[in-house]
Structure formats: C-alpha cells, structure tokens
C-alpha cells in the first residue's frame, strides 16, 4: 500500500492553523503532528508555501494561514485555559507563547496550571475553588493587566461560573 506523505501534512498543517492561529507552524511541529520525517515536512511546507504567511520573529520562522492574526490588529480578549490544555501541552518549545522568565510559573515539574492568554502569549495563572456559595477565581498574572484585560479576564471567569451553574467571585 502507498501512502501519500504531503496528504498527511496538508492534514496536519489544516489542523494546526486550524486549533491555533498563533503558534508556529514550523517543520519540526508538522513533522511531529503528521508523522513524517523533519525532511519531508519541511518539503511538504516549501510545496504549500504560496498558501501560506511566513513570519520571522526572534530568527524563527512561522507559517501562518492567510488569515492569521496581524500585528496591528487590536487586542483579543483574555483566554482563560485549564491545565493541561493542548495550547501549552502539545508542544516541546513553548517559547513562542510563555516567556522563558514566566516557563516556571506557566508550568512546574510536568504540571501545567490553569492560564490566562492575552494576544497569544501567557500572561498569567488563575485558579477556581467551589464554596458553598459561588465559585471563586482567583488571578495570579506576571505584571499588570490593563484595564481592560482585567475587565475580559472577568469576563471569561463569568462565562466559566455560567457553565458551571454557579455564582462568581473574582478575587
């Protein structure tokens, strides 16, 4: 039987820019997520490149769908994402969205804590406990969020005591 590697690829790109817009799109992640060899994802990318936006940021190269996010574009709202979730788990060089400083407070000893994203980059952690009353989230980012990352942080948190069924208290 023979198997199509650039399929695999184009599958596995299509999944990537697909879950997430932001992190890089690099041979090493395609090859990772299709199976292939380094050598032939990074052939399969070279194919697909006129489909795709190359990024250079730090001397790093990414590969973005056409339709990724720009530079200029105002500021999304805050995420706020579980442990565990795929957005830090999935990938061995985390660099492109928790700063080397803030890598200890993101994840410590192979646990990953629950964490606030704004603009792609991990800016903080945040925790929930359930008491009697409300559910309480708590907030622990790595400098200051502006005004109006503290109002989408809320925001988020609201959403997350709805699916829930409960009351919220930020603190």
């Known amino acids: 039987m023979t198997t199509r590697p650039f399929g695999r690829l184009s599958a596995a790109i299509s ?3 697909a879950s997430d817009k932001v992190k890089s799109n ?3 992640l395609a ?3 299709s199976g292939l060899a380094v050598r032939d994802a990074t052939a399969g990318i070279e194919m697909a490149s006129r489909h795709l ?3 250079v940021i730090d001397a790093r190269t990414y590969w973005l769908p056409p339709s990724g996010i720009g ?3 105002p500021s999304s709202p805050v995420h706020i994402l579980p442990p565990f979730d795929e957005y830090t788990v999935a990938y061995k060089d985390r660099s492109a969205v928790v700063a080397p400083e803030h890598a200890g407070l993101a994840s410590s000893g192979g646990v990953f804590r629950p964490i606030i994203v704004v603009d792609g980059r991990v ?5 929930a406990n ?3 009353a409300a559910i309480v989230v708590t907030r622990t980012p ?3 969020l502006s005004r109006a990352q503290e109002h989408s942080f809320s925001e988020a948190a609201r959403r997350y005591a709805d699916f829930l069924g409960m009351p919220l208290s930020v603190e």
């Open 71 to 73: 530079v200029n574009e």
């Open 26 to 28: 690099t041979a090493r």
């Open 123 to 127: 800016v903080g952690t945040w925790k």
């Open 142 to 144: 790595f400098g200051n």
């Open 31 to 33: 090859a990772r997520w």
């Open 15 to 17: 999944a990537i820019s």
């Open 53 to 55: 936006v190359k990024e």
């Open 130 to 132: 359930a008491r009697k």
